[in-house]
């Protein structure tokens, strides 16, 4: 194992120390970029696939070429994995407009750049966070309206998650949850939301300016093998208020249980019942091969 992990950028595998950006990057200059989080359990890379699939429409929705086929991006990002040799690690695959000058134009930037970070990281919101999960707020900033900067693409402008987050350590919580444009609940700073009503899971739809995350899809689908009801469908602040159980998931955070909204506790116990099933079984689910990429 390596002490300085190694990062690929743009076909090169350097220490990351040593890994540079130009300063005309127009993902630095404008947050004009797209990027995938993964994680590897046991040496298998979660959902690698569907990753890639999704940073590749995220490409084609902002008309960015990709300059590696998708083949060639797996391979790239499981040799940066090799070299490392982590066990259990997470990874942040980057594709930016590349360089081009200080304007906001797109055209003046002739190739975009690729950049697979690897390391090993703590828990999204520390250790012990499923054990007694977090503390939230309603955030006052809204997410943006789907005809806006649509947050299904997956794109490196996070200043919208930003500016909540900063609400959120403001009053002394843990995290904070994002209402869509009308009011209904979206999702949290960086991961998705969903809550347990009457026994079932509710979970906001896309049409909620809510990104199509990957970890709440296997969840919902996961909760449905579990015997669980699942809608997917607009939720007030005053359903979610009153929800039995709610816990944000995605990439990151994995399953993280919410104990309270706005100094409110959430049901009668954290992490509630179904929610406790719920991170139990992704924990078997997630090592298993069928349900990602081996690395060989």
């Given amino acids: 194992m390596t002490k300085d992990p190694f990062v690929y950028v743009d076909g090169e595998f350097v220490p990351s120390q040593e890994a540079k950006v130009s300063v005309f990057d127009h993902g630095l200059l404008y947050g004009d970029g797209i990027f995938e989080g993964i994680r590897v359990y046991d040496r298998v890379v979660f959902k690698l696939n569907a990753h890639l699939d999704r940073l590749y429409r995220s490409a084609k929705a902002i008309e960015l070429t990709i300059p590696l086929d998708q083949e060639t991006m797996k391979a790239a990002l499981l040799e940066t994995l090799r070299r490392n040799g982590y066990t259990d690690s997470y990874i942040r695959l980057l594709v930016t407009r590349g360089k081009g000058d200080l304007g906001v134009n797109p055209l003046k930037c002739p190739k975009a750049s690729v950049i697979i970070i690897n390391i090993q990281v703590e828990p999204m919101h520390g250790h012990g966070s499923k054990e007694k999960g977090i503390s939230t707020i309603v955030a006052s900033v809204r997410r943006q309206a789907p005809d806006s900067s649509s947050h299904e693409i997956k794109s490196l402008n996070y200043l919208n998650s930003i500016l909540a ?104 116990k954290t992490p509630g019942p179904v929610t406790q099933k719920l991170i139990a079984e992704f924990k078997k689910r997630r090592r298993l091969p069928q349900y990602g990429t081996k690395i060989a």
């Fill in 165 to 268: 987050v900063l609400e959120a350590n403001r009053q002394g919580a843990d995290d904070a949850i994002i209402l869509d444009h009308r009011g209904f609940v979206a999702e949290s700073t960086g991961t998705t939301l969903v809550a347990v009503i009457d026994g079932a899971l509710h979970a906001p739809p896309l049409t909620a300016s809510i990104l199509d995350s990957i970890t709440r899809r296997f969840v919902l689908d996961m909760a449905q093998d579990l015997g669980f009801g699942v809608k997917e469908k607009d939720m007030t602040l005053f359903q979610l208020l009153m929800a039995e159980e709610v816990f944000l998931c995605g990439t990151m955070g994995e399953i993280t249980p919410v104990r309270s909204i706005n100094g409110q506790a959430v049901g009668t």
